[in-house]
């Protein structure tokens, strides 16, 4: 069975974001590329909520155009495009690049998507994931902890009065002083029984 991986970038206080969607702190270099598109090219599906996804699809689908491109953003850019991709949103009619508009996070069509053939899923957006938190429907975290404290910004977790306990599957530490934190929850954490 597919796996739904939280795959997000932090600041060393929590944040995902700085204040007016500000990004300027994330340390990613060419390794971290790297690593990224390793990671994500043999994903089934990106999941993501609107925001994400308008913030992917502004750049993303020409960004291997662009002379000053990397050739780690070629090569994402390219896998980002032919990725199938799950955008979750009330407000969006329509999207292009591969994506499919889904209105509600439902167990049941997520539990059918996990049970296709096909890599893992990857899933990113903070408002996203604290749905997929809240019916247990996330397998893995990979948390990427950027050496910087930002003060203020949006938070990757949302309040919550449900706590989830995570057993650390691993971690590894890049040469931009990036820590990759893999977690899985503990099978006992009262995930949503549906699953």
């Given at each position: ?8 970038q ?54 291997d ?5 990397t050739?780690?953003?070629?090569e ?74 930002i ?26 002083g ?18």
């Open positions: 069975m597919r796996k739904v991986i939280l795959m997000m932090v600041s060393l206080d929590g944040f995902m974001e700085g204040p007016d969607r500000d990004l300027s702190w994330h340390r990613v270099d060419d390794e971290l590329h790297s690593h990224f598109n390793e990671e994500l090219r043999n994903m089934g599906a990106f999941l993501d909520g609107r925001v994400t996804y308008e913030l992917m699809a502004g750049y993303w689908p020409t960004a155009q662009d002379p000053s491109s050739a780690p953003e070629i994402f850019a390219r896998i980002w495009r032919d990725m199938p991709k799950i955008v979750y949103s009330r407000t969006l009619a329509e999207a292009g690049w591969n994506t499919e508009v889904v209105r509600d996070v439902v167990v049941e069509d997520v539990v059918k998507l996990k049970g296709q053939h096909g890599g893992d899923l990857a899933l990113g957006g903070a408002n996203l994931s604290a749905a997929f938190r809240r019916l247990g429907l996330i397998d893995e975290y990979r948390i990427y902890v950027h050496p910087v404290v003060g203020q910004g949006k938070p990757l977790f949302q309040t919550t009065e449900a706590m989830t306990p995570l057993r650390l599957l691993g971690s590894r530490t890049f040469g931009n990036v820590v990759l934190l893999r977690y899985a929850p503990e099978p006992d954490n009262g995930r949503a029984e549906s699953r």
